[in-house]
């Protein structure tokens, strides 16, 4: 059995005390749940205050980002040290928007990959297709292409240290919601892929997260598909008892 991962990638949303104010408010509605593994991914700026909230609970916390360097001449970024020193313990690597407004491509999801892996820090790869792609039956090349991208040069022994976050890029804050057997699809295109890249016992392995508009009433029939291990969520992810309810969706 994969263990499910229910992360929460809050983007650019709320301060230090209103971060503290949810973790807080989420504490007892999670407590004692082992079933998923539980993720939280603030901006920057709450990362250290939500590792202090969230410390010696079954909530784990992650970035939104991260370099690839060590340190250097690189104004607004973070590097895997910096992460590592205040508690943090996962990084959403290629998210759609970063891909889309900032530049990210496959060649850096790849080096901030084996950064991660260099520092312990537990990787979110995500990949996706545009609306257009999908329209044009080019799902499944997209999805390959990103995949041998990000995964150029890692082998079998990092396996452990990332999963990988299928987002189709239409249906993320849209609305849109890709259906059960749509989603599960592209995930079993991208653990064929795997078993060619890290070999078939490293993919079977792999947990592969969906993303894109998971809400309390959709995530149990998503999640119930065999290839389907785990979601990453946005916007349903910053109020805490929604979140608490995905978390602890009824399987």
Not at 65 to 84: I, N, R
Not at 98 to 105: A, G, K
Not at 136 to 161: E, H
Not at 168 to 183: F, H, K, Y
């Amino acid at each position: 059995m994969r263990k499910k991962v229910i992360a929460g990638n809050w983007k650019m949303y709320k301060t230090p005390d209103e971060a503290k104010a949810f973790v807080e408010a989420l504490l007892p509605l999670v407590k004692g749940h082992t079933r998923n593994e539980i993720v939280i991914c603030p901006s920057a700026t709450s990362l250290s205050t939500v590792v202090e909230t969230a410390k010696g609970s079954n909530i784990s916390v992650g970035a939104q980002t991260v370099h690839w360097l060590d340190e250097g001449a690189y104004t607004g970024q973070t590097s895997p040290k910096m992460l590592t020193a205040i508690g943090v313990t996962h990084a959403i690597l290629g998210h759609s928007e970063p891909r889309t407004h900032d530049s990210e491509t496959d060649e850096r999801v790849n080096l901030k990959l084996k950064a991660c892996v260099k520092h312990g820090i537990h990787a979110i790869v995500c990949i996706g297709e545009q609306l257009e792609e999908r329209q044009q039956n080019l799902t499944r090349d997209v999805l390959l292409a990103q995949l041998a991208g990000g995964l150029a040069g890692v082998t079998p022994d990092m396996a452990d240290n990332f999963v990988i976050a299928y987002e189709p890029v239409w249906a993320i804050g849209t609305g849109l919601t890709a259906t059960p057997e749509q989603a599960e699809e592209a995930h079993t295109i991208i653990r064929t892929a795997l078993a060619q890249h890290l070999g078939e016992d490293v993919a079977a392995k792999m947990r592969i997260l969906y993303g894109g508009s998971v809400k309390p009433g959709n995530i149990a029939a998503l999640l119930a598909m065999p290839n389907i291990d785990g979601a990453l969520i946005g916007g349903a992810s910053l109020v805490a008892e929604d979140f608490a309810k995905m978390v602890k969706y009824e399987a």
